[in-house]
C-alpha cells in the first residue's frame, strides 16, 4: 500500500545526516517501504551508506505513546499531559525553591538527528534558573573545543575532500562517516597517486586498509607518535618558516620543546617504527594542503587534550590553515561550540568537583559525583532529553545510582529507554519522521548546508513534539503567560515585517521574554508558519543572527535584501527547502576573520599542555599482570548507531556485537570465531561473543558502542550484547577536559564454560 511519493528528509544514524528519500507502505501504509539517497541534497547528493536503508527498524521499535508517572513499586502508570506538566513543573518549582535552580541539571538536548528540541529547552532551563548542562559533547569532543578555543578562539574543521594529504587520528571515517559522502572520497584519495593518506590507529581498520601510511601505534600511547611526528618537523627544519612567523604566536617556545624529544625513543614508546615516522611527518610537510581529523580514538583515550594540541601543531607549523585542502573555520546557522569556552579567561567551573565547564558543558564523567555527596550545591533534579546517561556515560552502575537516588529525574523519549526507566516522569516524543526537525551539524566550507525536515509521517496520539512540551512547561512555571504574547501574536497576523520590529522591541524592553525567546516565538510566530511547522519558529531568529553576522556569505549564497528582508530570504528559503538549502558561502580568505583570538594569530602555546608533555617519557605502562589487555570500549560499525535504535534485528551482521580478538591471542587462549570469553575490568565482566579479526594487534580486543540494550518485546524485556559502559570507569578520564578513557580500558580475558 504505497502513495508512490518520494518523501524527503535525512538519515538520523550519524552527524552526516545525508538527505534521504522514503516511499511508505506495507499493511498500514507506514512502513520505510524503500529509501534511497536524495540526489538533490546538497551535501550528501544522493550518497548513503547500508545504515540509512533499515531506518524503518527507528520508526516501528516499541515506543512510548502515553506520558508516565512511576509508582512507589518501580512501575509505571500512564497519565494524562495535563497532569503530567503541572505535576512536574510543580516537583521543579519545589526543588528549586529549596536548593535553587542551579541545583536542577539538564542532560542531552539532542541525538545525532535531533536538535531542535535541544534549542527550545534553552527557555524552560532560564525558567527553572537552572545554569548546569552536560551532553554526549562533553564525553568526546570537549577536550579538542577547548584547544581549539585557545589556538583560534573557534571550532576547526579540515577540508578533508580536497586535501592532498589526508591525516586520520583515532578515526574510522569508513565506519564512522564524520564528513559528507566519506567512503567515495576515501577512495577518491585512495586512488589518486598524487594525493595520500596518512592514519594513525592500533587497529587496521577499514581507512587504513586505504591508507599510504598506517601508524599502527599501541593503543592509548598516541601522544609519543603525534609528539615525535611534531618533533621530526623541528628537527628536519621542516617548519614553514615565513607562514608560521606570520601568522602565530609562540613558535619559538614550542619549537624548544620538540627539538630535545628523542623521536627513536618515542617511536619506541607507540610502537611504530620511527622510519615511518619520519616519513609521514614528511609527507606532511611536503603536501600542497594536508587535511587532519581527529575523533574517539584519541578524544576517549589517554592524553585526549594533549593529543588534540599534538594533532593542531601537525597543520599549524606546516602553514595548513585557511586553503582549500586545510583547515578552515566554518559558518554555523546556530553554534553547537559555546564561544568563550577555552579563550583566554579562565574556565567556569562545576559546582561540586570544580571541574572545567567548556563550551558550557559539564564533563558527562562527572556527574555520579555531582550527585552522590552531601555537599550543598550537589545536582538533586534532572532533566534528560534525548539522551541515554543511563546507558552511553562511563560506568552504567554508578550512573544508575546516582539517577536513581536524584530527588526528581524526568526524561523526554521516543522509547523506554535504560535512563526512563529510572524517572519519575517519562513524557514521549513523536519520532524525527513525525516531525519537523533539523541538526546543528553544519560545519562544510565553502558551501554550508542546512535541512530543515518536515514530517514524512503523522505523530500518533498521545505524544508530544518537544517544543510543544517545553512550551507548556514554561506556561505552568508562569514564566510565559497570554498577556506578554497577545501584542506579538496580532504583529505576527500583520506579516513577519510587523512581527519582527514587534518582537526586536518587545525583547529589548522586557528581557525577562527575551530570556523566553524560543519559546515566544514558537507561541506567537510558530502558528503562523506553513504546513505545521511552529517547531521552525526558533530557526528565524537564528536566520537574522546568521544574516547579520556572516552577511557577505549568506549574500553568496545567494540571498538578497536590504536590512531583515536578508535574513527573512534566508528564512522563507530554509522553510522551503526541503532537500536541504546551501545558506552560506565562503572564500579562503573568509576564514581568517573568523579567528577568534586577540592578535587574530594561531597561539600555539597552551601552557598546561606542555606542562602534560615534559612528564610523558615518565609515563607508566597501561597494562598490568592482572589485566594484560586494553579494551576499547565501544566502536563503531557497519550496524552500530549509538542507542537510537534498540532492535537488534536491525543488524544485517553481527548481531550480538562480538568482541574483536587478533589471531595471535585467539590463539594463545583457544577460542575462535563464534567462541564465548568473559571480558573483566576493575568495573564490571560481561560475557561475549568472539570475532578473531585480522587487524586487531596482540594485547588489544574490542567492543562495539551502542549495544546491551533492553529491548521490549511482547514476551517482555530482551538483551543482546555487550554494554559497554558497564565495564567503564568514570574516574578513568582526561585531567582537563574529563573526557573518558573508552579506548583503553584495562582487562583481562576468562574462558567461559
Ligand atoms: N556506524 C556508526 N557510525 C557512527 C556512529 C555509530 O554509532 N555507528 N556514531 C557517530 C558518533 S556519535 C561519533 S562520535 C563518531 C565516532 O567515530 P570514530 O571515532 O571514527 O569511531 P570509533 O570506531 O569509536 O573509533 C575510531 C577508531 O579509533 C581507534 N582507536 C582505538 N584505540 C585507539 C588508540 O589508542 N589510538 C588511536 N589513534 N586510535 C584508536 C579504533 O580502532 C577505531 O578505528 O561516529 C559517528 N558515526
Ligand atoms: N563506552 C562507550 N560509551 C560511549 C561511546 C563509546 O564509544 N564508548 N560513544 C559515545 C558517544 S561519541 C556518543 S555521541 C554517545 C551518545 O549517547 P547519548 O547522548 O545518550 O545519545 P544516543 O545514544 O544517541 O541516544 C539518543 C536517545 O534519543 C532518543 N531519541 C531518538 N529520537 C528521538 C526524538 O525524536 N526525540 C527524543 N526526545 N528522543 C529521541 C533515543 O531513543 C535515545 O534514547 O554515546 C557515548 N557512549
Ligand atoms: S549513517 Fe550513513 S546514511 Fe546515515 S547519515 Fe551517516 S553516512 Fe549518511
Ligand atoms: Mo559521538
Same mark, same amino acid.
Given at each position: 500500500?504505497?502513495?508512490?511519493?518520494?518523501?524527503?528528509?535525512?538519515?538520523?544514524?550519524?552527524?552526516?545526516?545525508?538527505?534521504?528519500?522514503?516511499?511508505?507502505?506495507?499493511?498500514?501504509?507506514?512502513?520505510?517501504?524503500?529509501?534511497?539517497?536524495?540526489?538533490?541534497?546538497?551535501?550528501?547528493?544522493?550518497?548513503?551508506?547500508?545504515?540509512?536503508?533499515?531506518?524503518?527498524?527507528?520508526?516501528?521499535?516499541?515506543?512510548?505513546?502515553?506520558?508516565?508517572?512511576?509508582?512507589?513499586?518501580?512501575?509505571?502508570?500512564?497519565?494524562?499531559?495535563?497532569?503530567?506538566?503541572?505535576?512536574?513543573?510543580?516537583?521543579?518549582?519545589?526543588?528549586?525553591?529549596?536548593?535553587?535552580?542551579?541545583?536542577?541539571?539538564?542532560?542531552?538536548?539532542?541525538?545525532?538527528?535531533?536538535?531542535?528540541?535541544?534549542?527550545?529547552?534553552?527557555?524552560?532551563?532560564?525558567?527553572?534558573?537552572?545554569?548546569?548542562?552536560?551532553?554526549?559533547?562533553?564525553?568526546?569532543?570537549?577536550?579538542?573545543?577547548?584547544?581549539?578555543?585557545?589556538?583560534?578562539?573557534?571550532?576547526?574543521?579540515?577540508?578533508?575532500?580536497?586535501?592532498?594529504?589526508?591525516?586520520?587520528?583515532?578515526?574510522?571515517?569508513?565506519?564512522?562517516?564524520?564528513?559528507?559522502?566519506? *567512503? &567515495?572520497?576515501?577512495?577518491?584519495?585512495?586512488?589518486?597517486?598524487?594525493?595520500?593518506?596518512?592514519?594513525?590507529?592500533?587497529?587496521?581498520?577499514?581507512?587504513?586498509?586505504?591508507?599510504?601510511?598506517?601508524?599502527?601505534?599501541?593503543?592509548?600511547?598516541?601522544?609519543?607518535?603525534?609528539?615525535?611526528?611534531?618533533?621530526?618537523?623541528?628537527?628536519?627544519?621542516?617548519?614553514?618558516?615565513?607562514?608560521?612567523?606570520?601568522?602565530?604566536?609562540?613558535?619559538?617556545?614550542?619549537? *624548544?620543546?620538540?627539538?630535545?624529544?628523542?623521536?627513536?625513543?618515542?617511536? =619506541?614508546?607507540?610502537?611504530?617504527?620511527?622510519?615511518?615516522?619520519?616519513?609521514?611527518?614528511?609527507?606532511?610537510?611536503?603536501?600542497?594542503?594536508?587535511?587532519?581529523?581527529?575523533?574517539?580514538?584519541?578524544?576517549?583515550?589517554?592524553?585526549?587534550?594533549?593529543?588534540?594540541?599534538?594533532?593542531?601543531?601537525?597543520?599549524?607549523?606546516?602553514?595548513?590553515?585557511?586553503?582549500?585542502?586545510?583547515?578552515?573555520?566554518?559558518?554555523?546557522?546556530?553554534?553547537?561550540?559555546?564561544?568563550?569556552?577555552?579563550?583566554?579567561?579562565?574556565?567556569?567551573?562545576?559546582?561540586? &568537583?570544580?571541574?572545567?565547564?567548556?563550551?558550557?558543558?559539564?564533563?558527562?564523567?562527572?556527574?555520579?559525583?555531582?550527585?552522590?555527596?552531601?555537599?550543598?550545591?550537589?545536582?538533586?533534579?534532572?532533566?534528560?532529553?534525548?539522551?541515554?546517561?543511563?546507558?552511553?556515560?562511563?560506568?552504567?552502575?554508578?550512573?544508575?545510582?546516582?539517577?536513581?537516588?536524584?530527588?526528581?529525574?524526568?526524561?523526554?523519549?521516543?522509547?523506554?529507554?535504560?535512563?526512563?526507566?529510572?524517572?519519575?516522569?517519562?513524557?514521549?516524543?513523536?519520532?524525527?519522521?513525525?516531525?519537523?526537525?533539523? &541538526?546543528?551539524?553544519?560545519?562544510?566550507?565553502? @558551501?554550508?548546508?542546512?535541512?530543515?525536515?518536515?514530517?514524512?509521517?503523522?505523530?500518533?496520539?498521545?505524544?508530544?513534539?518537544?517544543?510543544?512540551?517545553?512550551?507548556?512547561?514554561?506556561?505552568?512555571?508562569?514564566?510565559?503567560?497570554?498577556?506578554?504574547?497577545?501584542?506579538?501574536?496580532?504583529?505576527?497576523?500583520?506579516?513577519?515585517?510587523?512581527?519582527?520590529?514587534?518582537?526586536?522591541?518587545?525583547?529589548?524592553?522586557?528581557?525577562?521574554?527575551?530570556?523566553?525567546?524560543?519559546?515566544?516565538?514558537?507561541?506567537?510566530?510558530?502558528?503562523?508558519?506553513?504546513?505545521?511547522?511552529?517547531?521552525?519558529?526558533?530557526?528565524?531568529?537564528?536566520?537574522?543572527?546568521?544574516?547579520? =553576522?556572516?552577511?557577505?556569505?549568506?549574500?553568496?549564497?545567494?540571498?538578497?535584501?536590504?536590512?531583515?528582508?536578508?535574513?527573512?530570504?534566508?528564512?522563507?528559503?530554509?522553510?522551503?527547502?526541503?532537500?536541504?538549502?546551501?545558506? &552560506?558561502?565562503?572564500?579562503?580568505?573568509?576564514?581568517?576573520?573568523?579567528?577568534?583570538?586577540?592578535?587574530?594569530?594561531?597561539?600555539?602555546?597552551?601552557?598546561?599542555?606542555?606542562?602534560?608533555?615534559?612528564?610523558?617519557?615518565?609515563?607508566?605502562?597501561?597494562?598490568?599482570?592482572?589485566?594484560?589487555?586494553?579494551?576499547?570500549?565501544?566502536?563503531?560499525?557497519?550496524?552500530?548507531?549509538?542507542?537510537?535504535?534498540?532492535?537488534?534485528?536491525?543488524?544485517?551482521?553481527?548481531?550480538?556485537?562480538?568482541?574483536?580478538?587478533?589471531?595471535?591471542?585467539?590463539?594463545?587462549?583457544?577460542?575462535?570465531?563464534?567462541?564465548?570469553?568473559?571480558?573483566?575490568?576493575?568495573?564490571?565482566?560481561?560475557?561475549?561473543?568472539?570475532?578473531?579479526?585480522?587487524?586487531?594487534?596482540?594485547? @588489544?580486543?574490542?567492543?562495539?558502542?551502542?549495544?546491551?540494550?533492553?529491548?521490549?518485546?511482547?514476551?517482555?524485556?530482551?538483551?543482546?550484547?555487550?554494554?559497554?559502559?558497564?565495564?567503564?570507569?568514570?574516574?578513568?578520564?582526561?585531567?582537563?577536559?574529563?573526557?573518558?578513557?573508552?579506548?583503553?580500558?584495562?582487562?583481562?580475558?576468562?574462558?567461559?564454560?
Amino acid at each position: 500500500m504505497s502513495d508512490g511519493t518520494w518523501h524527503p528528509t535525512a538519515c538520523i544514524l550519524c552527524e552526516c545526516n545525508c538527505g534521504i528519500e522514503i516511499r511508505l507502505g506495507g499493511d498500514t501504509g507506514t512502513r520505510f517501504e524503500r529509501i534511497r539517497g536524495d540526489k538533490a541534497h546538497p551535501g550528501s547528493q544522493g550518497y548513503t551508506c547500508e545504515k540509512a536503508l533499515r531506518l524503518d527498524h527507528y520508526q516501528h521499535q516499541a515506543r512510548l505513546t502515553s506520558p508516565l508517572r512511576r509508582r512507589e513499586d518501580g512501575t509505571f502508570e500512564e497519565i494524562d499531559w495535563d497532569t503530567a506538566i503541572r505535576e512536574i513543573a510543580d516537583r521543579f518549582l519545589a526543588v528549586r525553591d529549596t536548593h535553587g535552580g542551579e541545583s536542577i541539571f539538564y542532560y542531552g538536548g539532542g541525538g545525532q538527528g535531533n536538535h531542535l528540541g535541544g534549542g527550545y529547552s534553552g527557555a524552560t532551563l532560564r525558567a527553572l534558573g537552572s545554569r548546569f548542562k552536560a551532553n554526549a559533547l562533553s564525553q568526546e569532543k570537549t577536550g579538542e573545543f577547548w584547544v581549539n578555543g585557545k589556538m583560534l578562539g573557534g571550532a576547526v574543521r579540515g577540508d578533508v575532500t580536497h586535501a592532498e594529504v589526508a591525516v586520520f587520528v583515532g578515526k574510522n571515517p569508513w565506519q564512522s562517516h564524520g564528513f559528507p559522502r566519506a *567512503r &567515495t572520497t576515501l577512495k577518491e584519495i585512495a586512488n589518486d597517486p598524487a594525493r595520500a593518506m596518512i592514519v594513525i590507529d592500533p587497529k587496521r581498520s577499514e581507512t587504513a586498509e586505504l591508507a599510504d601510511v598506517h601508524l599502527q601505534v599501541r593503543p592509548g600511547t598516541d601522544a609519543f607518535c603525534l609528539a615525535a611526528l611534531v618533533a621530526v618537523l623541528v628537527q628536519e627544519g621542516l617548519v614553514k618558516r615565513g607562514w608560521v612567523d606570520e601568522h602565530t604566536t609562540g613558535a619559538a617556545d614550542v619549537e *624548544r620543546v620538540f627539538a630535545t624529544i628523542d623521536v627513536d625513543a618515542y617511536a =619506541g614508546r607507540c610502537g611504530v617504527d620511527a622510519e615511518l615516522i619520519r616519513a609521514a611527518a614528511r609527507r606532511i610537510a611536503s603536501a600542497s594542503s594536508v587535511a587532519v581529523a581527529e575523533d574517539l580514538g584519541i578524544q576517549m583515550n589517554r592524553h585526549s587534550t594533549l593529543n588534540s594540541w599534538l594533532e593542531k601543531l601537525l597543520w599549524v607549523l606546516t602553514g595548513n590553515f585557511a586553503v582549500p585542502g586545510a583547515q578552515y573555520m566554518p559558518s554555523s546557522l546556530v553554534s553547537l561550540v559555546r564561544k568563550g569556552g577555552g579563550g583566554a579567561k579562565a574556565d567556569p567551573v562545576s559546582p561540586v &568537583t570544580g571541574s572545567k565547564i567548556i563550551s558550557g558543558l559539564v564533563p558527562c564523567n562527572v556527574i555520579p559525583e555531582e550527585i552522590l555527596t552531601d555537599h550543598p550545591k550537589r545536582f538533586r533534579a534532572m532533566l534528560v532529553e534525548s539522551g541515554n546517561p543511563a546507558h552511553s556515560l562511563a560506568d552504567s552502575p554508578r550512573m544508575r545510582e546516582a539517577l536513581a537516588s536524584l530527588e526528581l529525574l524526568v526524561v523526554i523519549d521516543v522509547a523506554m529507554t535504560e535512563t526512563a526507566r529510572l524517572a519519575h516522569y517519562v513524557l514521549p516524543a513523536p519520532t524525527q519522521y513525525e516531525k519537523w526537525e533539523a &541538526t546543528f551539524f553544519n560545519f562544510e566550507f565553502p @558551501h554550508n548546508v542546512f535541512h530543515l525536515r518536515r514530517p514524512v509521517l503523522p505523530a500518533p496520539d498521545g505524544v508530544l513534539p518537544e517544543p510543544e512540551i517545553h512550551a507548556r512547561l514554561c506556561e505552568a512555571l508562569g514564566a510565559v503567560g497570554d498577556e506578554a504574547l497577545a501584542p506579538l501574536r496580532a504583529a505576527a497576523a500583520e506579516g513577519r515585517e510587523a512581527f519582527a520590529a514587534a518582537f526586536f522591541a518587545a525583547t529589548t524592553t522586557d528581557p525577562a521574554l527575551g530570556a523566553m525567546a524560543p519559546v515566544v516565538l514558537y507561541r506567537t510566530l510558530g502558528p503562523t508558519l506553513p504546513d505545521g511547522a511552529a517547531a521552525a519558529a526558533l530557526l528565524w531568529g537564528a536566520a537574522h543572527r546568521s544574516a547579520m =553576522g556572516q552577511e557577505a556569505s549568506v549574500r553568496r549564497a545567494g540571498f538578497t535584501g536590504e536590512g531583515l528582508a536578508l535574513g527573512e530570504a534566508l528564512f522563507d528559503a530554509i522553510l522551503q527547502g526541503h532537500h536541504g538549502v546551501v545558506f &552560506t558561502e565562503d572564500e579562503w580568505e573568509t576564514v581568517w576573520t573568523r579567528v577568534g583570538t586577540d592578535d587574530g594569530r594561531i597561539r600555539l602555546v597552551i601552557p598546561e599542555l606542555m606542562d602534560e608533555l615534559a612528564t610523558l617519557a615518565d609515563e607508566p605502562e597501561l597494562t598490568t599482570d592482572e589485566y594484560p589487555f586494553v579494551l576499547s570500549a565501544g566502536e563503531r560499525r557497519s550496524f552500530t548507531a549509538n542507542t537510537i535504535i534498540r532492535d537488534a534485528g536491525w543488524r544485517k551482521r553481527d548481531a550480538e556485537g562480538a568482541l574483536r580478538i587478533s589471531p595471535a591471542d585467539a590463539a594463545r587462549l583457544g577460542v575462535d570465531t563464534g567462541g564465548r570469553v568473559r571480558v573483566v575490568t576493575t568495573r564490571g565482566a560481561a560475557e561475549t561473543v568472539v570475532e578473531v579479526y585480522e587487524g586487531m594487534q596482540p594485547g @588489544h580486543v574490542s567492543l562495539p558502542n551502542g549495544l546491551g540494550l533492553d529491548e521490549q518485546h511482547v514476551d517482555g524485556v530482551r538483551r543482546v550484547g555487550v554494554a559497554p559502559n558497564e565495564l567503564t570507569d568514570a574516574l578513568l578520564r582526561d585531567p582537563i577536559a574529563g573526557t573518558p578513557w573508552h579506548k583503553s580500558v584495562p582487562a583481562r580475558l576468562e574462558p567461559v564454560g
